[in-house]
């Protein structure tokens, strides 16, 4: 009987060619980007040379500083309350016994994966309008509430895998040595699930620090986080001045999904 | 679920196996004991008292996990002392208590290991002292030994059978081994499609079946049918199709006439010469197996019917292949099985 040798996808025709036009597509304009971050120049088109000088620049920028350390808390904010969100509902997806509409809980607690952002920002913008109208407070509450929410299915999704591919008899093992409920979250489940629940927090993280639509509505004067402060320089001057705040974004965001990959891989 | 009607009682300081094939219900039991899952009905007694409502970490019973269950992020000992932490006790009493039991199943040098770096016995042998370490009343084992080689296996039954008796703890195990059952238990319960079919001894089981499933499943048995010709208290008389009466072992309570099966074990019966014994046939077939030899002989009714015998030394064998025999066996040898 000849060898059979199965279905090789790189031996199709144009498979090397293919690959190679979509990196090129994904990577060349975040190489361009990154690139003329670093130009002499005003211009982020034509190359003039070599300096830092735009980096200095942002550094300096009282605005980049101010959005900056907003961006950073209200990741924070954000994320610590998805995670915690998440965690409690991955508990109660995967530890409870089957009930009935628990494919139905799923989807809503995955609600923000599915319904248009642009949807969730004008539904937040009018609720947070009301709000305002009834107590005066317009402080930085509503983006942290606004941002935990849609960060939420971000951080459950890893948790829950982990939940899952965890060994149920372990949980029983340590509830037939004599470990209450609550022991045996936090003796055997807990040290566990702590890979899965650092890689939802850093997912819910870098979600909320990059977060434009819902922000753009939902903040006050005043309020600009990076990204949105970004957008409205590109309204009024581009200078390499937002290539260089990117290439720092660009560098926070494959850090913390590296690190998230090799939580994710963690072994019991 | 698995299990559809079970009623059965386990005596303090007792070996008792439930024996069965995958899907029978066994492991089903014992979870049930352990407080994992919950009848749907029925009651559940320990010691006089009704368990049936207390969560697994109220009752005072522990469990060894067929895949062993240890805490992959605490150590060899840290393991064993889990159970004792979570009853509150003492520290220097925990202290003695998991180096005695390190002491017991040998684990002692091992104290300081991560459950992964020990080999699959050793990983057995601890799972073994993590249940055993808060002293339960009762100790659950789910078929533990199923996961080891076979000479392991063979060592750590002797192993479990000495902690039993040493301890004095109930042991309930559940295995689909049949000689790991005849081996090591005090009684056996034979499970089949969620209900106990007997419950015995290993040589009560083995010797008695009360069924048709019991006696194929443990042992090599031949079936006869068989005329009842009468039957008082445990003694039936049967005709059997050569036409010949013997006397064989009927269940209590066995009455009226009809037909039956009768299960006789290979090794009960004998060989004899063409025209002796109950009953005749032809000798088919001669098969060695080195501590013993089976002979399959197609009876003149066309049943199949296998008698081994051990060999000795001296006597090569006096029947030859293709020969009329006759076979014989003794009067409470044939047992009469429920239908």
Redesign the interface.
Known sequence: MAKNKGFNIRRQTGFTTIALVCFGMLYLPIVLLVTYSFNSGTSIAIWEGFSWRWYQSAWANEQVQEATVRSLVLAFWASLTATTCAVLAALATTRTRKFKGQSAVFAMINQPLMVPEIVTAVALLILFAMIKVATGYSGLLYLVVAHSAFCIPFAYLPIRARLQGMDLSLEQAAADLYATPFQVFRRVTLPQLWPGILAGAMLAFVISLDDVVITEFVKSAGQDTLPTYMLGQLRRVITPEVNAISTVLVAISVTMVVAFTLLSKIKN | MALADASLEIADNEFFTLLGPSGCGKTTLLRMI???ESPTSGTLEMFGENIVDL????RP???V?Q?Y?????LTVAQNIS??LE??GKPKDEIKATVDEMMELVQMTAMADRQTSQISGGQQQRVALA??LA?KPKVLLLDEPLSALDFKLRKEMQLELKRLQTETGITFIFVTHDQEEALTMSDRIAVMSAGSIRQIGGPRDIYDHPAERFVADFIGDTNFLEAELVSATGQTAEVRLSSGKTTMARAQEGTEGKGMVTLAIRPEHASLSGEGEGILAGTLDNIVYFGTDTHYHVALDDGTAFVLRQQNTPDAASQFEKGSRVGVKFGADVAQVLRD
Do not use: C, I, Q
């Open positions: 352990a407080g994992f969560p697994p970490h109220k019973v522990n469990t996990f895949s269950a240890l805490f992959p992020h889990f159970g979570m009853l993590r249940a808060p």
